[in-house]
């Protein structure tokens, strides 16, 4: 009896020894476990914090996507914002999968500077083409060293490169999806770029920053002046200068040193932002804002019906979308053609008629305006005809203003964005050569 109750005792310690050795095990097991999911939190918390310092020490002024914003610029379906990346989605390209092109548009930075992306990423396999305005590529990237566990891919291009600071970006890889941590952009300046921004002094002549179509050109032994000869030609700088607040102000000495007159003018070609050249035509007709109302006109005809009878002269343009407070100025929505014949019809029906047929029909009720003839394309801060030996100095000082809505020599106009200085020189008599001396060509900005 005794043996069978030491048995049942011993059996009955056991097994409570088994029952607190298993609450030991998953009491261990849940502890590491609890370690362990901290210890990944953690893990995760110093890349963010490692990252982040990364991408402080590129320094102020740069630009950074990543999965709290990207959805603002990319809104294709195709790009999936995620708690701490996104990825970007690609469809098959013959042996690699691609993405569709990509666009950024940029703000505060101009065509003087350089752009660099930088792509961190989770895909190793993967690159990146940066593309211009007509999808052609600028730049493509390159490896770069890696940052922890994540990939890095750069590349570096010229902003003069793209239109109006906007350009797309494609994705290419052997996989279906690329996951970025960060995108970053950084801007420096581009030493070699064709635009100038302030301040600065551009001495054209000595430092070979001119183009020119004279039939003869020569510099001097030391490369102070430049002489040249034609029956008319230009020297254009070749740098574009971008305004802002400052002032421009030229200098330069003209010596006719040929056997005839010549007459020469002195100034700037202004430029909108998209690069069109603005001048005499985007004056309206008079200085006078007339607006006019589009009654009826039909495709490949060469008569628009407008509702009031305005001022004119052979040689004017018609501008379309024109507004009451001018903020369509400068307009360059020209129809195609001049201005030959302007018929009343009744009070409320004028018929304008042009030198050739309207390709497309206007919509009934867009408003127009009479604009000034085709005239000067540059805005001469300086001209006078100069006779054989007679040597002239110009010096002007010009600036912007936005109020400014009229294309003159007061001020460059709202609307331009650059300028480039130039030089004419037109013979008096068309059938003969005249020559110049062109010395101490500067311009500051």
Not at 21 to 41: D, E, M, R
Not at 207 to 225: I, M, P, W
Not at 234 to 239: C, V
């Amino acid at each position: 009896m005794n043996k069978e109750k030491k048995k049942n005792d011993l059996m009955k310690n056991n097994s409570i020894l088994k029952s607190v050795l298993f609450l030991l095990v998953s009491l261990c097991s849940w502890t590491a476990l609890g370690q362990n999911t901290t210890g990944v939190q953690n893990t995760s918390e110093s890349n963010e914090k490692l990252l982040q310092q990364y991408i402080q020490s590129k320094g102020a002024g740069i630009i950074t996507f990543d999965a709290s914003n990207i959805k603002q610029f990319w809104t294709e379906r195709s790009i999936i914002s995620k708690d701490n990346s996104f990825d970007v989605l690609l469809t098959s390209d013959q042996n690699e999968f691609k993405s569709n092109p990509l666009k950024l548009q940029l703000a505060n930075v101009n065509e003087s500077q350089d752009c660099k992306i930088e792509i961190i990423a989770s895909t190793s396999d993967f690159d990146f083409s940066v593309l211009n305005n007509k999808l052609k590529t600028i730049s493509s990237s390159s490896s770069e060293e890696k940052f922890m566990h994540y990939s890095i891919k750069s590349s570096t291009f010229h902003l003069e490169d793209t239109k109006n600071i906007s350009f797309f970006i494609t994705f290419t890889s052997k996989t279906e999806i690329v996951s970025i941590k960060h995108i970053i952009l950084s801007f420096f300046q581009n030493k070699d770029s064709s635009f100038l921004v302030h301040p600065g002094l551009l001495n054209i002549i000595e430092n070979d920053d001119y183009t020119t179509d004279a039939t003869s050109k020569k510099k001097d032994g030391l490369g102070h002046s430049l002489t040249a000869s034609g029956k008319w030609f230009g020297i254009r700088s070749k740098k574009k200068i971008i305004l802002d607040d400052n002032e421009l102000t030229n200098s330069v000495t003209i010596k006719n040193i040929g056997e005839n007159p010549t007459d020469i003018y002195f100034g700037y070609i202004p430029y909108t932002k998209n690069g069109q050249n603005i001048h005499n035509r985007n004056n309206p007709y008079k200085d006078t804002n007339t607006i006019l109302t589009v009654v009826s006109s039909e495709a490949n005809s060469n008569i628009i019906v407008v509702d009031s009878y305005p001022e004119w002269e052979t040689g004017c343009f018609l501008a379309l979308n024109a507004k009451e407070d001018m903020s369509d100025f400068p307009n360059f929505n020209f129809v195609d053609g001049k201005i030959t014949e302007v018929r009343k019809i009744d009070d409320t029906h004028t018929e304008i008629i042009f030198d050739k047929p309207i390709k497309s029909k206007l919509k009934t009720g867009t408003k127009a305006r009479i604009h000034s003839k085709h005239g000067s394309t540059y805005l001469y801060t300086d001209k006078k005809r100069l006779d054989p030996g007679e040597e002239v100095t110009f010096s002007s000082t010009i600036k912007k203003d936005e109020e400014y809505i009229q294309y003159g020599t007061k001020a460059f106009s709202r609307g331009t964005y650059y300028v480039i200085p130039i030089i004419l020189s037109y013979s008096v008599n068309k059938e003969k050569d005249n020559k110049i001396i062109i010395s101490d060509f500067t311009v500051s900005y």
